[in-house]
C-alpha cells in the first residue's frame, strides 16, 4: 500500500499511531516515540492546547468491550459447538455417547476436561491471531475498539498471545475471572488481563 498522501511513494512507510493509515518519512512526524501523520498531529496539538495529557488514550468504555466479547464468544462458539456435535456423531453417534456417558461416571470427567481444553485452546488460538494480526477480534472490528500498548502503539505478538492466554487462565476459576473484570471499572479501564502485558483497549477508526 502507497502513501496516502503520495501514491507513487511505496518505501519507508510507516503507520500513523493515531489512524494506522500508511505515510512516508515526509509525511510523518514522530512525537513521544510515536509515529503521527500531519493530520492527526495536528489534532493531538489541540489536544494538548485542551489540557489532554501527551500520550493520554482514548479507551474504549467499559459496555463496548463486554459487547465484542459477547459478539466473539458468537463468533467462536458456535463453530466449536459444530464441532464437538460432529465428533459425538464421528464416535458413534448420540446413541452410542449416551451409553459410554450412562455406563459409568468416570468418562465424565474426560470428556468435561476435552470440552474445556477444545475450548481454551479455540479462544486462545482464535484470540491471539487475530489480536496478533491487528489488534481486534472480529467483535472489536465491529464495536469500533482495539487493543494496543500503553503507550498507544500496536502490540506484539507476544503481548496479543500473552494477553489471550492470561484472560483465559483466570476464566478457569470464576472467583479470579470475576476480579479480573471488576478491575476495569477502575480509571484506567483495565483488566488484569491487560496490565500484565501491559495493553489498552481503545476506541479506534479504521
Partial sequence: MPCKNHPFVEDRLTRCSVCAESFCPDCVVEIGGLP?????????????????????LDLASISRRF??????????????????????????????????????AGYLPVIQGFAT???????????????????????????????????????????AWGRAAIRQAFGLVPCLSLIDYLVAFGEDRTCIHDILPKTRVVNWRA
Avoid: H, N
Wanted: proline share 3%; with cysteine.
Fill in 67 to 104: 459487547t465484542a466479547m459477547f459478539v466473539d464468544g458468537l463468533v467462536l462458539g458456535i463453530p466449536l459447538i459444530i464441532l464437538v456435535f460432529v465428533g459425538i456423531a464421528a464416535a458413534g453417534g448420540f446413541e452410542e455417547a449416551g451409553r459410554v456417558l450412562g455406563s459409568g
Fill in 117 to 159: 481444553l477444545l475450548w481454551l485452546g479455540g479462544v486462545v488460538g482464535y484470540e491471539g491471531l487475530m489480536l496478533s494480526a491487528s489488534g481486534q477480534t472480529v467483535g472489536k472490528k465491529m464495536l469500533g475498539i482495539k487493543v494496543v500498548t500503553a503507550e498507544g502503539a500496536d502490540i506484539s505478538r507476544g503481548q
Fill in 36 to 56: 503521527y501523520c500531519m493530520t492527526c498531529k495536528s489534532e493531538m496539538v489541540l489536544g494538548l492546547l485542551s489540557g489532554v495529557p501527551p500520550g493520554a
